[in-house]
């Protein structure tokens, strides 16, 4: 079984020298210039007004909260969607019961305005 | 020894046509765009332009490649080698025909939903370590659109999994010989290329590079070639997730006359080429509706398609 895996050994140290290839040879060909203006943040031509380390929001937690909840939930429909053709009827109905959980979770959710972007 | 070479062999083959594939797009996607638009596109170097490519290589190969000194060096410079990387590696597990594919994983599909994720590392560290207010904005929107749409991926690819009985991906475009799979999971084809078209965020779902807005959001403070390739990363998603809905939805390398490959390539290409008609179409929606939209109806939707799917399979025993 090991032994089917190492064209994905292959193919990691190969994709990889690429990527590192690519970087590596941009940085020996590009010229080097620096400026002072050049060596700014970019914000249209203004001069920055404080840095880029500030608050932002708080949806963008929620969105990834969400996203842990909900594809730990999915990662047990893998297996099953797998065997189905095994358990038919019983898996069924242990499913109906699982994604209606799913369900009252997202029904939650939405009604606490986790959803809403305003 | 002589498998370990064929499998070498075979890998080359397939990251060389990826990043060929790739390279070419930059000339397709600007001449079927200027098709669309009623203009002539990039027509000077080379016959028909074709040179336009190598042209642009070369140039952005020269480009000035600098690092902020305000960005966290090692993340910023780590983060373009990502996306290409993680995008290179899920060509692993595509059956091109039969006999020709670099690994014949049993845990295909978890293979791909497994580097897809490892994808917003790229676009998140690139926004972060830029040291940039857009670029921030522009990380913070990939990495939620990206997380968001993963989910509905990973569900709308549940039901092709219970009709082939298998994550490997050589069994389902076998079990796709007598009808393709784009009839019975209509549904997780639609859903899979709108979640596809938002993983790659590609337009209309660009919002995190959304150059009106954000300037160019998580690559803004990019340039050379770490700038080209985000681009890069970008075309070979394009190539990934149309090879991917050719071989779950569309019978793979299966057709009449011509033989296994071509047929798998020229699926692929019409897949390549409805993705830049859908960028030539459509606008881009705001941030909250493409959020909104996903969580309200394609993971119902995707959830009803996973029962329904297989309601189907019981019924018909």
């Not at chain 2, 597990?93 to 580097?115: E, K, Q, S, T, Y």
């Not at chain 2, 993983?199 to 779902?205: D, G, I, S, V």
């Not at chain 2, 009449?256 to 047929?263: A, F, G, N, Q, S």
């Not at chain 2, 459509?282 to 394609?298: A, E, I, T």
Request: with cysteine.
């Amino acid at each position: 079984m090991a032994e089917s895996y190492f064209p994905i050994m292959v193919i990691l140290l190969l994709s990889a020298f690429i990527g590192v290839a690519i970087v590596a040879l941009s940085t020996l060909l590009g010229r080097n210039r620096p400026s002072e203006v050049k060596l700014m943040p970019y914000e249209c031509g203004m001069d920055p007004i404080g840095d880029a380390r500030r608050r932002f929001s708080v949806r963008f937690f929620l969105t990834g909260m969400l996203f842990i909840i909900f594809d730990i939930e999915i990662i047990f429909l893998y297996p099953w969607a797998i065997i189905y053709d095994k358990l038919m009827f019983f898996g069924f109905v242990e499913m109906l019961i699982f994604v209606a959980i799913l369900a009252v979770g997202l029904a939650h959710v939405w009604k606490k305005g986790a959803l809403e972007w305003e | 020894m002589c498998e370990a070479a064929r499998s070498i062999l075979v890998v080359v083959g397939v990251l060389a046509g990826a990043i060929a594939i790739a390279a070419g797009l930059i000339w397709v996607e600007r001449r079927l765009l200027a098709l669309w638009q009623d203009r002539l596109g990039p027509n000077r170097v080379g016959p028909f332009g074709l040179l336009q490519v190598m042209a642009d290589m070369i140039k952005i190969m020269t480009k000035e490649d600098w690092v902020p000194p305000f960005a966290d060096r090692a993340v910023f410079v780590l983060a373009p080698a990502i996306i290409v990387v993680t995008a290179l590696l899920s060509f692993a597990i595509i059956p091109f025909a039969p006999g020709i594919g670099v690994v014949d994983l049993n845990v295909g599909l978890l293979f791909f939903l497994a580097m897809s994720s490892l994808g917003v590392y790229s676009v998140a560290f690139a926004g972060w370590a830029s040291g940039n207010k857009y670029s921030l904005l522009g990380g913070l929107r990939a990495a939620a659109q990206m997380l968001s749409y993963e989910v509905f991926m990973g569900l709308s690819l549940m039901g092709v999994v219970i009709l082939a009985g298998s994550f490997n991906l050589r069994t389902i475009v076998e079990a796709q010989e007598d009808m393709w799979f784009c009839i019975p999971q209509f549904l997780g084809l639609v859903i899979f290329v709108i979640a596809g078209v938002a993983e790659t965020h590609r337009l209309p779902f660009d919002l995190p590079e959304a150059e009106t807005e954000l300037v160019a959001g998580y690559h803004t403070e990019y340039s050379g070639m770490k700038f080209g390739m985000f681009f890069v990363g970008e075309y070979i998603g394009v190539t990934l997730i149309s090879a991917l809905v050719v071989t779950l939805f569309f019978g793979g390398w299966n057709g009449p006359v011509l033989p296994p490959i071509v047929w798998f390539l020229l699926k692929t290409s019409l897949f390549i080429c409805l993705f830049i008609l859908l960028r030539a179409t459509f606008p881009r929606p705001r941030f909250d509706q493409l959020l909104g939209f996903g969580w309200k109806v394609m993971l119902p939707v995707s959830l009803a398609n996973l029962l329904v799917t297989g309601a189907v399979t019981l019924a018909r025993g």
